[in-house]
């Protein structure tokens, strides 16, 4: 079953807004990863958020972790044109392991 | 600049021909993965490989075959394509498979079975 699910499936926003995106998960973690997809292409490690941890930032990205409500969001300030994309959360099971486990997914389009 | 290189992006076979898609890094990674990914999904792993220890996810097709001939390269081989096996293949690598590592991409190879 799939560890990470995502909502919303599909935002469209225009430049400059703010997109949010949210993952849940079933088990517990260690920590959580977002990675972003350009269409046709492979992923792009974005952040890692350990399970310690309430808020991250890099950049115009914020990361923020719920544990106890074992949700995760991803919040892309100022967005541009090329932020248009696919974002996926993805976890590992407790103990580590090589199984991870990826989140449905977000497609964001951002309008020029 | 250290990467994964995936040959070729794009392959076409027939039903039932065996395909053979490569994978390469220039990152020295202890693991390197094979996942599939149909359209608007996630990706799925299909095995990986620690150093030279092969690991085979349990649901994942006995018709999906994987060789590691070296720290470099791996190869996933599909031995009768069906249709539903028509996806992108991508490879990633770790260092070392811990829980904080980032998985590093390919670009993917898209495959098509006519």
């Known amino acids: 079953s799939q560890q990470g699910e995502e909502d919303p499936q599909a935002l469209s926003i225009q430049e400059g807004e703010n997109a949010t995106m949210n993952c849940s998960y079933k088990t517990s973690i260690n920590n959580l990863q977002w990675y972003r997809q350009n269409s046709g292409r492979g992923l792009v490690h974005l952040i890692l958020i350990r399970s310690n941890e309430r808020e991250k930032h890099s950049g115009r990205l914020r990361v923020t972790l719920d544990t106890s409500k074992k949700s995760s969001s991803l919040l892309i300030t100022a967005s541009r044109a090329a932020d248009t994309a696919s974002y996926f959360c993805a976890t590992l099971p407790p103990g580590g392991g090589f199984k991870t486990i990826f989140g449905a997914g977000t497609r964001l389009f951002v309008k020029a | 600049d250290a990467m994964v290189i995936q040959n070729p992006r794009y392959q076409v076979t027939q039903f039932g021909k065996p395909v053979t898609l490569s994978c390469s890094q220039t990152?020295?990674?202890?693991?390197m993965y094979w996942y599939q990914q149909k359209s608007s999904q996630a990706p799925k792993l299909l095995f990986h490989y620690y150093d030279k220890d092969f690991n085979n996810e349990a649901d994942t097709p006995d018709n999906f075959q994987s060789r590691r001939p070296n720290t470099s390269f791996c190869f996933l081989d599909i031995r009768s394509p069906g249709l539903g096996d028509a996806a992108m293949y991508l490879c990633?690598?770790?260092?070392?498979?811990?829980?904080?590592?980032?998985?590093?991409f390919g670009p993917g190879t898209r495959l098509t079975v006519l």
């Open positions: 990633a690598t770790s260092v070392s498979g811990a829980t904080t590592d980032t998985q590093y």
């Open positions: 990152l020295n990674h202890n693991v």
